[in-house]
Structures are given as structure tokens and as C-alpha cells.
T-cell receptor, first 113, second 111 residues
Framework: EPEVTQTPSHQVTQMGQEVILRCVPI?????FYWYRQILGQKVEFLVS????????KSEIFDDQFSVERPDGSNFTLKIRSTKLEDSAMYFC???????????FGEGSRLTVL | GEDVEQSLFLSVREGDSSVINCTYT??????LYWYKQEPGAGLQLLTY?????DMKQDQRLTVLLNKKDKHLSLRIADTQTGDSAIYFC???????????FGKGTRLHILP
């Protein structure tokens, strides 16, 4: 069964460093998303991406964040200069349509020290 | 604004039925979802219901939607130890494509 895969599963970084989280969405999906979950809190929407551009982003997704789909298969989330409060589990998701079933990856845990 | 509320904990004896409840605020929700998250794992879509349906059954899972009261429930029949997880209620608005999640209900199974 096709699935969304994410790497790395866990990354530890120093505050101020750049981090890139990678995702391989399901191959025939057209809509891509990043969500995050700070420990013990709810899952929060970060950004949605369609047709090679951001379709919506939340207040969390400030200038430190960027997304890219560089080669038609990977979908990356970059945090330019990490802060302690960026420590969270980051989930990538993909879907065929803008409304409907989303498939989530297993998440990348980011720990900022 | 958009919000999804659910109770944080539920304890159920093995073999009994579990009922996890959720309320939401936006009446323009199109799809309502239940996701399961096991410890250290990602979000697994369990089931979803379209807003023009009242009920959906899938094996041990029954979803009930009361659109008037904006209330969604998930019933798990014959609860097993493998059902122990956090269950997230979520909704998609009609006007955009992001999913709004509740805080999750931790289901604890008693022997």
C-alpha cells in the first residue's frame, strides 16, 4: 500500500542552525501539507502546497520556514534558524484532492537544544 | 473561529465499547475525520464521514454525526488492548483545504 515517508525520523540540532525535513508523498497525489505537533499539544496546520506554490499558510509559518518540491517527488520543509520553540513532531501529508482524505507520514521529531 | 473540542482521557475495560466524543464549531465543515496515533507513531486515518451523512460503519468502528448539534462520535466495539492510542477528531472546512484537529483523546484500556 502506498505511503508517505519522512526523513529523518529524529533530528537534534542546536538553536540557530538550519534544518531540512524531507517527505516523499504518495506518487499520484497533488496536494501536500506540513503539520506539527508540539509535545502534549494539538496537531497544528503549517502550510499547504499545490501546483508548485503555497496555497495557504498559518501564522506559525513565518519567514523562517520555507517549503520546496525540488524534483517532483520530494517535498521539503526548511527552518532557516531554529528556535527552541520549534521543537516538535513535524508531519507531512498528501492528498489527491483539496478536500478529503489526507495520508500522513510517521513524522520527523525535531529537538532544538 | 474554527475549533474542535474533545475530552482528553477515556478509560474502558477490554471487551467493552468505547465512545469518543467531539464537538466542532464551524457548520461549513465538509469532511469530519477520526485519526489514531499510537505512541511514537504518525497519524493514521481511521475513518471519515462526509457532512451529509449521519452514520458510517466500518467493522468495529461506528461514526455518528449530529450536524445540528455539531457533534461527532466514534464508537469502537469490543475494545482491544491494541486500540490503546490517542484519537484525534478533525474537520475540513468547505472554503479552504486545511484540517483542524482537536487535542486528542487518550484511550486507556483496562484489563
Amino acid at each position: 500500500e502506498p505511503e508517505v515517508t519522512q526523513t529523518p525520523s529524529h533530528q537534534v540540532t542546536q538553536m540557530g542552525q538550519e534544518v531540512i525535513l524531507r517527505c516523499v508523498p504518495i506518487s499520484n497525489h497533488l496536494y501536500f501539507y506540513w503539520y506539527r505537533q508540539i509535545l502534549g499539544q494539538k496537531v497544528e496546520f503549517l502550510v499547504s502546497f499545490y501546483n508548485n506554490e503555497i496555497s495557504e499558510k498559518s501564522e506559525i509559518f513565518d519567514d523562517q520556514f520555507s517549503v520546496e518540491r525540488p524534483d517532483g517527488s520530494n517535498f521539503t520543509l526548511k527552518i532557516r534558524s531554529t528556535k527552541l520553540e520549534d521543537s516538535a513532531m513535524y508531519f507531512c501529508a498528501s492528498g489527491r484532492a483539496s478536500v478529503g482524505e489526507l495520508f500522513f507520514g510517521e513524522g520527523s521529531r525535531l529537538t532544538v537544544l | 473561529g474554527e475549533d474542535v473540542e474533545q475530552s482528553l482521557f477515556l478509560s474502558v475495560r477490554e471487551g467493552d465499547s468505547s465512545v469518543i466524543n467531539c464537538t466542532y464549531t464551524d457548520s461549513s465543515s465538509t469532511y469530519l475525520y477520526w485519526y489514531k496515533q499510537e505512541p511514537g507513531a504518525g497519524l493514521q486515518l481511521l475513518t471519515y464521514i462526509f457532512s451529509n451523512m449521519d452514520m458510517k460503519q466500518d467493522q468495529r468502528l461506528t461514526v455518528l454525526l449530529n450536524k445540528k448539534d455539531k457533534h461527532l462520535s466514534l464508537r469502537i466495539a469490543d475494545t482491544q488492548t491494541g486500540d490503546s492510542a490517542i484519537y484525534f477528531c478533525a474537520e475540513t472546512m468547505n472554503r479552504d483545504d486545511k484540517i483542524i484537529f482537536g487535542k486528542g483523546t487518550r484511550l486507556h484500556i483496562l484489563p
